[in-house]
């Protein structure tokens, strides 16, 4: 009889592919020439539905929105709107701070903006990212609408809005930079992410660092943001002590409503793999989905 289990979980599973629409490539802004878009998972429900901006990892030099084409099926399946966006990458001799912030700013603005057209709530709007996306998750849920990074792009179409998320979930994310550079310096010494990111070394200017790092922001008096910090603990691109670790207990200090996943064994570069048990995000699927729905 097991044919019959496996015959009901196929059926289940084709109608949860049935329950969302894909948006491919759907536009958000123009940044200095550059085309912004991303692909956004829709539930086919009536209703507005909360959405997640999604924000891909790599060393914020590689990637694009395919980084959650698995988790935003996942997602939208179960009500979750997910807008998978790319973003301007680093190039050599070409820095993205705060170039990428801009974009992800748009981003949220744009979904706002748009809400009713694309069917979902502009009052229940989170994001979520990996690595490098989770670094830039963070520090819009807690810099966005900071004066130091308001009105860039008054010419977008949307830039009146606020960028404030009810909720960031960053995933073996990169929080206080100056850190991340020093464990550079050990790990790669030849290739600092971070330096190619800000644009300087941290031996000559240390506040480009300061800026960009999420931890700065990080405010009793802006806390009104929720927070899933989720890393693996056999990470070795990432110091999970100095940076997720160090991150929650900062949260946790100024007030913010902050939970832990800490994967057992898990390494860097996962979340890009399918929702399954064959990888971390299967530990993480059921925890994501309790936390959005307390939260989001």
């Known amino acids: 009889m097991r044919w019959i289990g496996w015959l009901l979980l196929a059926f289940a599973s084709i109608a949860l592919a049935q329950d969302f629409e894909t948006r ?40 694009g929105p395919f980084g959650y084409q698995y988790w935003g099926p996942y997602l939208a399946s179960r009500g979750y709107a997910v ?16 170039e990428a912030l801009h974009d992800v700013r748009a981003a949220i603005q744009f979904l706002k903006g748009r809400a009713s057209e694309l069917r979902i709530n502009p009052e229940r709007i989170g994001v979520m990212g990996d690595s490098a996306g989770a670094h830039l998750a963070a520090l819009v849920a807690l810099a966005g609408d900071n004066s130091a990074f308001g009105g860039a792009y008054k010419s977008d179409a949307h830039s009146s809005q606020s960028t404030k998320v009810k909720v960031a979930i960053p995933i073996y994310g990169v929080f206080d930079l100056y850190q991340q550079w020093l464990h550079d310096l050990e790990s790669r010494p030849r290739d600092s992410i971070v330096e190619k990111f800000v644009g300087v070394s941290a031996v000559d200017d240390k506040r480009p660092y300061f800026d960009a790092s999420p931890l700065s922001y990080v405010s009793a008096k802006n806390n009104a943001t929720s927070f899933l910090v989720v890393w693996g603990t056999r990470d070795d691109i990432v110091d999970f002590k100095s940076q997720s670790e160090a991150f929650m207990l900062a949260l946790k200090q100024a007030g913010y409503f902050v939970r832990p996943v800490p994967v057992e064994g898990a390494p860097h570069f996962w979340v890009w793999d399918p929702v399954d048990d064959t990888n971390p995000n299967g530990f993480l699927a059921p925890k994501l989905l309790r936390f959005l729905q307390q939260r989001l």
């Open 24 to 63: 491919k490539s759907l536009e958000y802004a123009t940044h200095d020439g550059v085309k912004l878009a991303g692909d956004l998972y829709l539930p086919k429900a009536p209703g507005a539905h909360p959405v997640i901006v999604a924000i891909h990892g790599g060393g914020w030099q590689i990637g």
């Open 83 to 98: 807008y998978a966006i790319s973003y301007r990458l680093s190039k050599p001799g070409q820095k993205s701070f705060p």
